[in-house]
């Protein structure tokens, strides 16, 4: 089993629908990343947590540490946001990410 | 700032020849990691730095893998020789300290023929 499992793999989804895209992990963690690469391929921090909510324009990100688990939510989808979102968790020591798969999420118009 | 830099974007070399990544952090950055990412593996920690100095090198696939920082400002990712499964992009990253975002360099796609 992975130590972070993201759902779902693939997501289409019409202009203007909420997103949420989610993560859980396995292992214990300092913080979480959510990540975002376009097609071109550069990868863009969005959000690092490791409590609560963080909020960005249409982005919140949430997590639950007891549960292990955290989601990603966009607002009033755009294609401008269609990309592969990627999750990451710290771990409690160290600097170490471990990636998730990603979810490659395409919004039309 | 620039953000950081990797180069070349793209490089393509014949199997058994030697290829170097090159990156530039961030200025002020303490931390810096080489990663890499293909389609079966998704992305992946190769190694990372701190202050310069290696501190996990448990991604590195084989001993055809080096890397080195001489310096805050640059450091190199080495395959010698190179593979064809090698072939994959190579992301630099730094980040400030560990309690900071990571930020990450536009990538260098590698394809070994």
């Known amino acids: 089993k992975n130590e972070v499992e993201q759902s779902p793999q693939n997501l289409t989804a019409q202009e203007g629908e909420f997103i949420t895209i989610n993560c859980s992990y396995s292992v214990g963690i300092s913080a979480l990343h959510w990540l975002q690469q376009h097609p071109g391929g550069g990868i863009v921090s969005l959000f690092m947590?490791?409590?609560g909510k963080k909020k960005h324009g249409r982005l919140i990100a949430t997590i639950n540490i007891q549960e292990k688990h955290s989601s990603l939510h966009i607002t009033a989808s755009h294609p401008r946001d269609s990309a592969v979102y990627i999750c990451?968790?710290?771990?409690?020591?160290?600097?170490?990410?471990?990636f998730g798969a990603g979810t490659i999420l395409r919004v039309k118009s | 700032d620039a953000g950081v830099i990797q180069s070349p974007r793209h490089e393509v070399t014949e199997m058994g020849q030697e290829v170097t990544l090159r990156c530039k952090p961030i200025s002020g950055h303490n931390s810096l990691f080489w990663y890499r990412q293909t389609m079966m593996r998704g992305l992946e920690l190769l190694i990372y730095?701190?202050?310069?100095?290696?501190?996990?090198d448990s991604g590195m696939p084989e001993d055809r893998f080096s890397a080195k920082m001489p310096n805050a400002s640059f450091s190199t990712l080495k395959i010698q020789p190179s593979e064809p499964r090698d072939s994959a992009v190579y992301f630099c990253?730094?980040?400030?300290?560990?309690?900071?975002?990571?930020?990450f360099g536009q990538g260098t796609r590698l394809t070994v023929v």
């Open positions: 730095f701190n202050n310069n100095v290696p501190i996990d």
């Open positions: 990253a730094s980040r400030r300290t560990q309690n900071t975002e990571a930020f």
């Open positions: 990451a968790v710290q771990g409690e020591y160290g600097n170490k990410l471990v």
């Open positions: 947590l490791s409590s």
